[in-house]
């Protein structure tokens, strides 16, 4: 059966080609259970993929002409040649999505032998919330064009993916985002090392939902401050003599970091730390275990608010109110790059209710806004439909 999306996004091809798509693929968001600010130090993080996701409809043409269609963005066109330098726009942004990935496929041994496409890109990933629809795009792209790249499998679409957002679109985002996409697996968690890339699947337990609560703050200096915390990690791996904070233990920095200064020694602990809690985490669903998961959650969200100081009072406030609810049978956390976005909860089915209506009655953002609560399930990674 053909899903509301796909569909949308043949109706739209259709209209603007004048023929039917001949391939459809999809990447999905991602939310991020644990481990934050963890990926771009090479260390460990537990994301699942969820069932918001980017669509692309395609159909390859014979010759090298690209002709990219938004049906989020009232139909706008973006139309080039893989023949001539692909340049980076200033607007509109997600058009460099994906030339951002186009560019980099070029880059590669296959690249010359990229066909043009005719396709039509439609998503349902909510946008500027922290879960990834920028990844899911640019991933979405790679997956479009991986019959035609040999050797682009899930983790090399994901690196590629990344790179298009370091160096062309201009984010120096990690590789958790992408990978997440690429790699997903139905009702599992990923325990995903950032530096082997080694993903392993770890069941997320029956009988516990996902929730993902958006909080509706605007989330401004997001990429300033987000490259602060990159280069004060950097700092203090540079300080400590190893080449990234994953190579850190807390006993370590509590021997040597001493002469770090006080707000980069914390920065650095949030990272250490986190990585621990990671590893525990991943050990602790495996084992079904949600009130040692509820633990590891809340740790998380004081380390980021202490350590990292990457939360803003009204996502604090939605934290207190969503564990009020569910007490220790579950976890709640600020999830994502930070300073605003979405809430993650990890709680067993028959408290959902509870945790939405609290969040109802007891949460309002900045602007007067209530949150908006998603209930979802762990999705299978990129793929063609
Ligand atoms: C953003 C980045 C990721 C990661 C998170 C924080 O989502 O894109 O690479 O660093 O922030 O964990």
Not at 8 to 37: K, M, S, W, Y
Request: hydrophobic share 45%; proline share 5%.
């Amino acid at each position: 059966m053909i899903d509301i999306l796909t569909a949308r996004a043949a109706d739209v091809f259709l209209a603007a080609f004048g023929q039917p798509a001949t391939i459809q693929v999809q990447a999905p968001g991602r939310v991020n259970l644990i481990g934050e600010h963890t990926d771009y130090n090479g260390g460990l993080v537990l994301p699942c993929a969820i069932g918001y996701r980017t669509v692309i409809v395609a159909r390859p043409r014979a010759d090298r002409l690209m002709r990219v269609v938004a049906a989020d963005y009232d139909d706008a066109v973006d139309e080039y040649s893989l023949d001539a330098p692909i340049e980076r726009l200033t607007a509109p942004m997600w058009a460099n999505y994906v030339r951002g990935v186009v560019h980099e496929l070029l880059q590669r041994d296959s690249g010359p032998a990229l066909r043009g496409m005719d396709m039509v890109v439609a998503g349902d990933v909510p946008q500027g919330a922290g879960l990834s629809s920028s990844a899911s795009l640019s991933v979405a792209v790679c997956t479009l064009f991986a019959s035609d790249s040999p050797g682009l499998g899930p983790i090399e679409a994901a690196l590629v993916a990344q790179r298009a957002e370091n160096d062309f679109v201009g984010c120096k985002c990690g590789n958790m985002d992408q990978i997440s996409s690429a790699c997903g697996v139905q009702d599992h968690a990923l325990l995903i090392d950032c530096r082997s890339l080694e993903v392993k699947p770890v069941p997320i337990p029956a009988g516990a939902a996902i929730m993902i609560i958006e909080s509706h703050i605007t989330r401004g200096l997001v990429d300033s401050e987000y490259n602060t915390r990159r280069a004060q990690c950097e700092e203090a791996a540079r300080y400590l003599g190893v080449p990234a904070l994953r190579d850190v233990d807390l006993a370590l920095l509590a021997e040597k970091g001493a002469g770090l200064d006080p707000v980069t020694l914390r920065r650095a602990r949030h990272v250490v730390s986190e990585n621990e809690r990671v590893a525990a985490a991943a050990a602790a669903l495996a084992a079904g275990d949600l009130p040692r998961m509820g633990e590891l959650m809340a740790d998380s969200h004081v380390s980021m608010r202490d350590d990292f100081e990457i939360t803003v009072p009204a996502i604090d406030l939605l934290v207190d109110i969503v564990k009020a609810a569910i007490g220790p049978a579950g976890g709640v956390r600020m999830t994502g790059g930070g300073f605003g976005g979405c809430v993650v909860a990890l709680v067993p089915e028959e408290l959902v209710e509870a945790a939405r209506q609290a969040v109802a009655r007891d949460y309002r953002a900045p602007n007067g806004e209530q949150a908006t609560v998603h209930v979802c399930r762990a999705a299978a990674g990129a793929g063609r439909l």
